[in-house]
């Protein structure tokens, strides 16, 4: 994808309408994991010191935002770039594992959680999951 295709890409996805309250809900609960005030939050991944208060006044913060907070907060940046509303950057997407390499029904459990589309509830299937996991090898 060129540059101009990309510049066009997000162009667009700014154009939709912005639910501000899925991002909102995801850095308040990254914020108090962290133990930080939004000021903190905000300096400690290289924004200003008000940048997280006018998104959780529900101004959509950009790509780079989404990246910096991201990496302050240890989380994929897709995550916070879908929940905003631009489509998620391929630079971004860590392939692990083969599917060739798993049972089949470990792929089939992955393929159904890569078909929830909010990245919030996938994100929280997910650790339910591995909650489960972890109590199955604790008991064995």
């Not at 991944?45 to 240890?74: M, N, W, Y």
């Not at 929830?116 to 972890?134: C, F, H, N, P, W």
Request: glycine share 4%; with cysteine.
């Amino acid at each position: 994808m060129s540059p101009s295709e990309i510049a066009k890409v997000f162009r667009q996805g700014r154009k939709k309408k912005f639910d501000p309250q899925p991002f909102i809900a995801r850095v308040h609960e990254l914020m108090e994991v962290h133990n930080e005030s939004y000021r903190q939050a905000s300096l400690r991944s290289g924004l200003d010191e008000q940048a997280i208060r006018r998104i959780l006044d529900g101004v959509r913060p950009t790509v780079t935002s989404c990246v910096l907070l991201a990496q302050h907060f240890k989380v994929d940046p897709n995550e916070f770039i879908t929940l905003v509303g631009y489509p998620a950057l391929d630079i971004f997407k860590v392939k692990t594992l083969s599917a060739e390499s798993l049972p089949p029904e470990a792929v089939e459990v992955a393929i159904e959680i890569a078909k929830i589309e909010d990245a919030g509830v996938r994100r929280q299937v997910s650790e339910a999951i591995k909650l489960l996991l972890s109590k199955h090898f604790e008991s064995n």
